[in-house]
């Protein structure tokens, strides 16, 4: 009994000691962004690989799951003569939820996950240590950029998502099950608010990707440098944006949406 | 009277629960080449890392080129790391960048010097270890003799003051060990350097260094100029030196009686 209190001290403990750091490597990452103004190429450099090289799995996803919303708002819609209500649905499904969602858990993993395994090997390669003996920050340098490219990254993923759903849902509904093409688009324009739809889910994936590139950033830096331990950062990585994702997104809900 | 370039007094530090330096002193004199050996585990990376600041000593004092490292604000630590080079063991090179830009890294860094001067700087550190003709090559097409000696020009990009050499010569095949040795004399010498070579290579080190510290359990155990460790009473210093199996420091880990272990009681985990 007391050994069992003892392990499940020493977990708590744990939990929150690495908590702490990753609040002060938090609070260090922010204080760096000022930095950035004076060395744009590095945060372009890393744009072009957490954002630019995650628009095709985005792209693809966003497709697919626009056209599975077609399929499936069309079958429902249709029982109540209200077809051409489709573009709505869709569109609202993929602005307020869809698109900041999955693209931050498409983010995650494609993008999330490279940065924990760089930084991580960054660090068991000893580039990190290295670059501190050079006295170069490694937080300025390597986390800073990348933070802030995934922070302006994601909400640009997220409106491509929407975008190219609102096309699958387009070319199922209109295309393939034969709804008015006027009627999805202006009902559409009619029921999708730029500030009380567009503009939440924006600020939804704005959030999302400052948890991602945190969390994964984070994950990377605090790795224990060994092959094993590089291992279970990505994994953890993926895990716990996942989770950060999906629990935030219901409290960002309840605040928006809720009353 | 000259003043040391590291000075160390009372030095603890401990991982957990177990103590690394228990009350250390040290001096590193300026112009020097210092060895410090001991066996594996004893510590020596640790106390290259705490003369570079990167961990927290226990108590005592770590002064470096008159500062006392372990109080220093970030952006004095900074600057001070400025006036020091560190040679890693794995190297330590940016994987993303070719070797022209490691060594260019620091410098791009830390001066405004226009890209034909720093060229020309990268140049000739290459060419001081004999690597100018592989500029161009990525991090992973060189072998680990060369990795070291991109790292050792990196190191000296900025003209250090002290370089500080972390195993140098482990793992490296007879021509590049030979090569690291003249290279760490050659440029102590030329660039007028303070260096700290951590190694437990005991010939190759001791063939460069001016002065000697064997580490180990936490202590200094002996010190002196190499020849006069060689000549050491020391029952420790002799196995060390010489590599014997068996001596002070026990061939056996620690255990209960052999007999006990296999004739009865519970299988240990």
Do not use: C
């Not at chain 1, 209190?5 to 760096?32: D, I």
């Not at chain 1, 567009?198 to 948890?211: A, E, L, P, R, T």
């Amino acid at each position: 009994m007391t050994g069992l209190l003892q392990r499940l001290g020493h977990a708590a403990l744990g939990y929150f000691r690495r908590l702490g750091r990753g609040n002060l490597f938090l609070l260090q990452t922010l204080a760096s962004l000022p930095g950035m103004l004076l060395r744009p190429v590095l945060v372009i450099r890393q744009m072009w690989s957490v954002g630019v090289l995650t628009i095709v799995i985005i792209v693809v996803s966003g497709l697919f799951v626009g056209m599975v919303m077609g399929l499936q708002g069309y079958n429902t819609l249709v029982d109540f003569g209200a077809e051409e209500s489709l573009g709505v649905l869709v569109a609202l499904s993929l602005v307020r939820e869809l698109g900041p969602v999955v693209a931050a858990l498409l983010f995650a993993g494609r993008a999330g996950s490279a940065l924990t395994a760089e930084i991580g090997l960054m660090k068991a390669t000893e580039q990190l240590s290295g670059m501190e003996m050079m006295a170069v920050d490694p937080v300025q340098r390597v986390i800073a950029p990348r933070f802030l490219a995934a922070f302006l990254s994601m909400p640009l993923l997220a409106a491509i998502f929407s975008a190219v759903g609102v096309f699958g849902g387009y070319l199922v509904g209109v295309g393939l099950l034969g709804v008015d093409d006027g009627a999805f688009w202006s009902q559409m324009q009619d029921k999708v608010d730029f500030y009380d739809d567009v503009m939440n889910g924006v600020i939804k994936s704005i959030v999302f990707g400052f948890v991602v590139g945190w969390i994964a950033l984070y994950e990377g830096y605090d790795t224990v440098p060994t092959a094993e331990g590089v291992s279970q950062a990505t994994t953890r990585t993926v895990v716990h944006s996942a989770l950060v994702v999906l629990g935030l997104d219901f409290v960002l809900t309840a605040l928006m949406f809720g009353g | 009277m000259t003043q040391p370039v590291v000075q160390i007094r009372d030095l603890r530090f401990a991982r957990g629960t177990r103590m690394i330096f228990d009350g250390i002193d040290l001096d590193i004199m300026p112009g020097t080449v210092t060895a410090i050996m001991g066996p594996s585990g004893t510590g020596k990376t640790t106390l290259l890392k705490l003369i570079g600041g990167q961990l927290q000593p226990l108590s005592g004092s770590v002064r470096v080129l008159g500062e006392d490292v372990p109080s220093l604000s970030r952006p004095a630590l900074y600057r001070l790391r400025k006036r020091m080079g560190m040679l890693f063991q794995s190297g330590a090179l940016l994987t993303d960048i070719n070797v022209f830009e490691n060594v260019a890294y620091p410098v791009r860094e830390h001066t405004k010097l226009s890209g034909s001067l720093i060229r020309n700087l990268v140049l000739m550190k290459l060419e001081a270890v004999g690597l100018r003709g592989a500029a161009g090559l990525m991090p992973n097409e060189l072998s680990g003799g060369m990795s070291r000696r991109v790292a050792l020009a990196r190191a000296i990009a900025l003209d250090p003051t002290m370089v500080l050499y972390d195993e140098p010569f482990a793992g490296q095949d007879p021509i590049s060990m030979g090569v690291l040795v003249k290279l760490i004399s050659e440029l102590n010498r030329a660039l007028g350097m303070t260096s700290v070579v951590v190694s437990h290579d005991v010939r190759e080190a001791s063939s460069i260094a001016d002065y000697v510290y064997l580490l180990s359990d936490g202590k200094v155990m002996d010190h002196g100029k190499p020849d006069a460790l060689w000549g050491a009473r020391s029952d420790w210093t002799q196995q060390f030196l010489n590599g014997h199996p068996d001596g002070p420091v026990a061939f056996h880990y620690p255990a209960p009686p052999f007999r006990d272990d296999l004739l009865g009681g519970a299988p240990r985990a």
